[in-house]
């Protein structure tokens, strides 16, 4: 038996970052020799076992072999004759088909070193068209790498692009779409994840009501960017600079669906795009089976934030109106996540990325404003019913005019 330490592990250990998670191949085991040094099987399509202590990943060499469409349609032979080189050769990029020895050692029959010093993601052999989750996972590495520099190589993006044209990537269930658009806005740049999937063509396909985005213009005065992609792009950009909100990251992406939808005749215009967008963004969640948590925050975002860029002109009424439709007094944390959003959204923008702007400031003093009037109070005082929801929006109007006029 011989166990290596493979895949990012050893990637992320050569390039200097942190490593969280290890993945390990056992060459020359069966089963019953692992459950016999007390490793618990997990595995259902081939053989992978927790370590008893660490509770880390050990999975029997494997190889595997394309029987059917998608990227479930493999068979896989897990056996001790299977060697480490068979093993590595299965693995998508040659920066992820690596493998170190207990003394240190890297056995890397694909290339990987080369690659890394080239800062190059290539894909291993052929055979990495038969499995379309590769394109996204392409993608999401070209997001997590693309501070250190790494591009795709022509040649790998070559087969992206027959993937997508063959009809593979219809075959992604929605669940593992999600996770991996879940880990690309997680990285510092999330733009690069649609930027590298629009390039290869999985976009439309995809996520289709973003890639309608390309190709509609906006009033140059307000989006100097002009081009409703490249402005959802830097918003979303924007979002990850300003949190690691992932919820809020999301609601970035989709909050301008509905420019997509307006019709040409009405360009760059686009009125009532907020209402057209809440459509789209529930098709959208519900298709990818999107956290309930998550799709909340888009349709309020999708819906309100021109109230937010429109906040110094809002009347105290229609301020009020507003942070009860966000449930701001029950929710403030979601508040903060809808500010938080809004602010992307005006910074995603070509020379607002550092602008201070107001509006985050009048909202939120606004909130605080209202906040601080206690439904308590009137009812010490007597008041029931109606009359207590009646003096509350008065009371909570006046406080919010008193610190505008401020």
Not at 370 to 380: G, H, I, N, W, Y
Request: net charge neutral; with cysteine.
């Amino acid at each position: 038996m011989e166990i290596y330490m493979v895949g990012g592990a050893v990637r992320d250990q050569r390039l200097g970052l942190p490593v969280t998670d290890r993945d390990w191949v056992v060459v020359g085991a069966t089963p019953e020799q692992m459950s016999s040094r007390g490793f618990v099987p997990v595995g259902k399509g081939f053989p992978v076992f927790l370590h008893p202590e660490t509770h880390e990943e050990y999975a029997m060499a494997r190889t595997e072999r394309k029987v059917a469409p998608g990227y479930t349609g493999f068979t896989f032979h897990a056996a001790p004759d299977v060697t480490l080189e068979q093993d590595l050769a299965r693995r998508d990029l040659t920066i992820n088909a690596m493998a170190m020895t207990p003394d240190g050692r890297i056995i890397d029959p694909c290339g990987g070193l080369r690659d890394l010093e080239l800062r190059v993601l290539r894909h291993v052999s052929p055979a990495f068209v038969e499995d379309p989750l590769r394109i996204l996972r392409v993608a999401r590495f070209a997001t997590r790498f693309a501070a250190q520099g790494f591009r795709i190589a022509p040649e790998t993006m070559t087969l992206m692009k027959q993937v997508v044209e063959a009809g593979e990537v219809d075959a992604l269930v929605p669940e593992r779409i999600w996770v991996e658009l879940r880990r690309a806005l997680g990285e510092a740049v999330p733009a690069r994840f649609f930027e590298v999937l629009r390039e290869c063509g999985a976009l439309q396909r995809i996520f289709p009501e973003i890639a309608q985005l390309f190709g509609v213009p906006q009033p140059e005065k307000y989006h100097p960017e002009i081009d409703t992609g490249v402005h959802t792009l830097l918003v979303v950009n924007q979002a990850a600079i300003l949190t690691a909100d992932l919820e809020v990251r999301f609601a970035a992406l989709v909050h301008d669906l509905g420019k997509g939808a307006t019709p040409r005749d009405q360009w760059p215009r686009h009125i009532s795009h907020e209402e057209r967008g809440v459509p789209l963004v529930k098709q959208l969640c519900e298709r990818l089976h999107v956290p309930g948590k998550y799709r909340e925050l888009a349709l309020l975002v999708t819906h309100y934030h021109l109230y937010f860029h429109r906040a110094a002109e809002l009347r105290c009424t229609t301020l009020l109106d507003l942070l009860q439709k966000l449930d701001a007094f029950r929710r403030p944390q979601r508040f903060e996540q809808f500010l938080a959003a809004c602010e992307a959204d005006s910074r995603g923008r070509f020379g607002y990325e550092d602008r201070k702007l107001p509006q985050r400031d009048i909202l939120w003093t606004a909130y605080e404003a209202a906040a601080a009037v206690k439904s308590s109070e009137l009812v010490a005082q007597g008041l029931t019913g109606a009359a207590i929801a009646k003096a509350l929006r008065q009371r909570r109007c006046a406080a919010i005019e008193a610190v505008r006029s401020v």
